[in-house]
């Protein structure tokens, strides 16, 4: 059973950077790609960012395009989600998820392992 530990969330100002990382533990096998999606108070679950694990292509939402960058290890089975310029409105927890077959990097029902999540607060 694949095992995803996010680590990294907290407090922050506006304009402040915070690194997340997700260690994957129990993997018998290569994933197709691992992914960070956030959920904010009221609102669905939405895709952030993405990264192919075989070549390292990595997908954006356009809200976060520019600021975010996803980043893997694959020798520690590990991805970091780098933010910069942080909004209040990135304001959520933060959850990576890995996929283990073909599909849509945003599509959250097609990712087969999630991480407990981590908050991000940013204050204005």
């Known amino acids: 059973q694949v095992q995803l530990v996010e680590s990294g969330g907290g407090l922050v100002q506006a304009g402040d950077s915070l690194r997340l990382a997700c260690a994957a533990s129990g993997r018998t096998f290569s994933s197709y790609s691992m992914g960070w999606f956030r959920q904010a108070p009221g609102k669905e679950r939405e895709f952030v960012t993405a990264v192919h694990w075989a070549d390292g292509r990595t997908y954006y939402a356009d809200v976060v395009k520019g600021r975010f960058t996803i980043s893997r290890d694959i020798a520690k089975n590990t991805v970091y989600l780098q933010m910069n310029s942080l909004k209040p409105e990135d304001t959520a927890v933060y959850y990576c998820?890995?996929?283990?077959?073909?599909?849509?990097?945003?599509?959250?029902?097609?990712?087969?392992?999630w991480g407990q999540g981590t908050q991000v607060t940013v204050s204005s």
């Open positions: 998820a890995d996929r283990l077959h073909i599909g849509a990097f945003t599509d959250d029902s097609g990712y087969d392992y």
